[in-house]
Structures are given as structure tokens and as C-alpha cells.
């Protein structure tokens, strides 16, 4: 146990439809990443967060956003689903420095039918 | 984008050594060698990273070449638990960005 959670485990939606996915970090970390692995292009960063400010920005589609509450916790949002969008997103988090390592939560698998 | 390269796939026996090895031929000089390890669609998993020493923790070994262009992490008891992808990213020392570039990775299978 990572002591990093994510809910809902499983989400399975239609194409056009919104989402929200939701992660809580370790107690004390700071920092919050996301990272999307689907089957043809592999785990894929997309954002992170530090202390509610965006960080850094990797692979992320318009029609996704984030962001992280005063209490650490954040939520990914997904809009305008497509069935490309179908994959496992894992969240992470990790203490103040970049350096530290990452601790992953369990994922949440998303199906867009 | 991730800046290693591995064997997409290796085996090895209960209770040997796994050697699981690294190519970060554009490694920089502060950037540092991670290991990570994913088991069937878990979250990933830290494992062990380090610079240009040799480091060991209660999981694995990772002995890094001279030139730091290679790596090697080692696994000295291989247990049916270790069967996993392992993952070899390089990562920039001193940046804002905390990124982790994941590569396909090497899939271990550890058989009795």
C-alpha cells in the first residue's frame, strides 16, 4: 500500500461524456502527478501539481484538465471522451523535492464504449 | 520522452540473480538513473536510483558504468513476486520538472 488513493476503481462511460477522477496523496506530500498508460503508447505523463499551483505540463489534451485543492487532494477531469481515452490513469505523489521518488496509487481504469 | 533503451523482455530462475540491464547512452551529468517496477497493472513501484555510484537497498543493487552510459540492476534472490515490467528512466537533478519519462521497459518473468 502506497498510501496514495484513487477512486473510483473502474469508470465506464460513454464517448462524449465527462468524468471526474479523483486522488488523494500521502499524508505530507506535496506533490501530485499524473500519468495515463493506455496499450498503444505506454505510461504517459501528463501533469502535475505542486502545493495547488501546475508544474509542469507533459502529454495532456485540451479536453483534459486538473487541479489540486487547498487540502492536497485533486481531481482529473476528463471531457469530450473518445474511445481513445480508454485507459488505466495513475496518480502519484511525492514529497517537496523533484528528486523524490514517486509513490503511485492503484489507477482507475477508464472504459469510453 | 524516455531517453533509455532495454531488452523488451527477459527471464530468469527462482532464487538467481535477475540482471536487468540499461542503456542511457545520453545521459547527462546531473541527470540520475531510476528504477521502477510495474506488476500486471498495478501502480508503478520506486525501486532504487543513483548518479554515478554504485547503490544497494533492501530491494535491488543498481551498478552504474564508469562512463554512466549503462546500468544494471540486480535482483539477487529473483522470487515468482518479482515478475514484473521494470522500468529504467533517467531524470534531471536540479529542475522544477519531476517528471518520470517511462520507456516499454523490460518484461521479468521469474519462473519455478
Not at chain 1, 493506455?38 to 501533469?47: C, E, M, N, V, Y
Not at chain 1, 487547498?70 to 481531481?75: C, M, N, T, W, Y
Not at chain 2, 544497494?56 to 558504468?65: K, P, V
Amino acid at each position: 500500500d502506497s498510501g496514495v488513493t484513487q477512486t473510483p476503481k473502474h469508470l465506464i462511460t460513454a464517448t462524449g461524456q465527462r468524468v471526474t477522477l479523483r486522488c488523494s496523496p500521502r499524508s505530507g506530500d506535496l506533490s501530485v502527478y499524473w500519468y495515463q498508460q493506455s496499450l498503444d503508447q505506454g505510461l504517459q505523463f501528463l501533469i502535475q501539481y505542486y502545493n495547488g499551483e501546475e508544474r509542469a505540463k507533459g502529454n495532456i489534451l485540451e479536453r483534459f484538465s486538473a487541479q489540486q485543492f487547498p487540502d492536497l487532494h485533486s481531481e482529473l477531469n476528463l471531457s469530450s471522451l473518445e474511445l481513445g481515452d480508454s485507459a488505466l490513469y495513475f496518480c502519484a505523489s511525492s514529497d517537496t523535492t523533484e528528486l523524490d521518488e514517486q509513490f503511485f496509487g492503484p489507477g482507475t481504469r477508464l472504459t469510453v464504449l | 520522452d524516455a531517453k533509455t533503451t532495454q531488452p523488451p523482455s527477459m527471464d530468469c530462475a527462482e532464487g538467481r540473480a535477475a540482471n536487468l540491464p540499461c542503456n542511457h547512452s545520453t545521459i547527462s551529468g546531473n541527470e540520475y538513473v531510476y528504477w521502477y517496477r510495474q506488476i500486471h497493472s498495478q501502480g508503478p513501484q520506486y525501486i532504487i536510483h543513483g548518479l554515478k555510484n554504485n547503490e544497494t537497498n533492501e530491494m535491488a543493487s543498481l551498478i552504474i558504468t564508469e562512463d554512466r552510459k549503462s546500468s544494471t540492476l540486480i535482483l539477487p534472490h529473483a522470487t515468482l513476486r518479482d515478475t514484473a515490467v521494470y522500468y529504467c528512466l533517467d531524470r534531471q537533478g536540479g529542475s522544477t520538472l519531476g517528471r518520470l519519462y517511462f520507456g516499454r521497459g523490460t518484461q521479468l518473468t521469474v519462473w519455478p
